[in-house]
């Protein structure tokens, strides 16, 4: 239980800073209450979250050497993928940091604002409730199909349930919370590449992990 807490605290801390839901968040905090920005995002990941890990679980009607190889696998791909992300960064953007100018802007952070500038413009009421379901609807929408998604869905399908739940959550509340508390002041002293570089480097660790491993 304690190594599924620890690839599922590990992959989304990282693997979330920078994200297309870090800016979602960052830029609703920006606008609205902090506090109910928060527990709307929060609810969104920490749902989004359980629902992958039960995804994944369903993955084991499939054989057990599958599963195992095909967890290997992606790993490995999500390592090569983060690397070569960080490779393709432009010389004067490659130590930016996670919120700079419109011209190292990433695509996450460019769909980021254009997601929530329609949301507001929809916005009609600013009651708490409306806040919580802006950042909730918004949240969960951009998390569907990300990488951290698809990563907590092979970490369930091989690892221990409960382990990688909680683990998962933590590092989304990590996250969310630099996001919404932090925002400028902690972005801006983060760099995109370091976290990328580090992110593909854990992917590769756990994919050497899960392969001395038993099937």
């Given at each position: 239980m304690l190594e599924a807490f620890t690839a599922g605290l590990l992959f989304i801390t990282i693997g979330e800073l920078g994200d297309k839901t870090f800016f979602i968040s960052m830029c609703l905090a920006m606008r609205h209450s902090r506090r109910f920005v928060f527990l709307g995002s929060m609810l969104a990941l920490a749902t989004m979250t359980i629902l992958s890990v039960l995804l994944g679980q369903a993955a084991n009607v499939l054989p057990q050497s599958w599963v195992h190889y095909g967890t290997i696998v992606l790993f490995t791909v999500f390592g090569f993928k983060m690397l070569y992300d960080a490779s393709k960064m432009k010389p004067e953007c490659q130590d930016k940091s996670?919120?700079?100018?419109?011209?190292?802007?990433?695509?996450?952070?460019?769909?980021?604002?254009?997601?929530?500038?329609?949301?507001?413009?929809?916005?009609?009421?600013?009651?708490?409730?409306?806040?919580?379901?802006?950042?909730?609807?918004?949240?969960?929408?951009?998390?569907?199909?990300?990488?951290?998604?698809?990563?907590?869905?092979?970490?369930?399908?091989?690892?221990?349930?409960?382990?990688?739940?909680?683990?998962?959550?933590?590092?989304?509340?990590?996250?969310?919370?630099?996001?919404?508390?932090?925002?400028?002041?902690?972005?801006?002293?983060?760099?995109?590449?370091t976290v990328t570089i580090v992110g593909g480097l854990l992917f590769f660790v756990f994919a050497i992990v899960t392969w001395v491993q038993p099937a």
């Open positions: 996670l919120l700079d100018n419109s011209e190292c802007a990433s695509e996450a952070e460019k769909e980021a604002i254009e997601a929530v500038f329609q949301a507001e413009a929809n916005l009609k009421k600013k009651t708490r409730l409306a806040i919580m379901l802006e950042a909730f609807t918004l949240t969960f929408i951009a998390e569907w199909g990300d990488r951290t998604q698809i990563t907590t869905m092979a970490l369930g399908a091989s690892k221990n349930l409960i382990g990688v739940t909680l683990g998962a959550i933590l590092g989304h509340a990590i996250c969310c919370a630099i996001a919404v508390f932090g925002g400028r002041l902690i972005a801006s002293r983060i760099s995109e590449r």
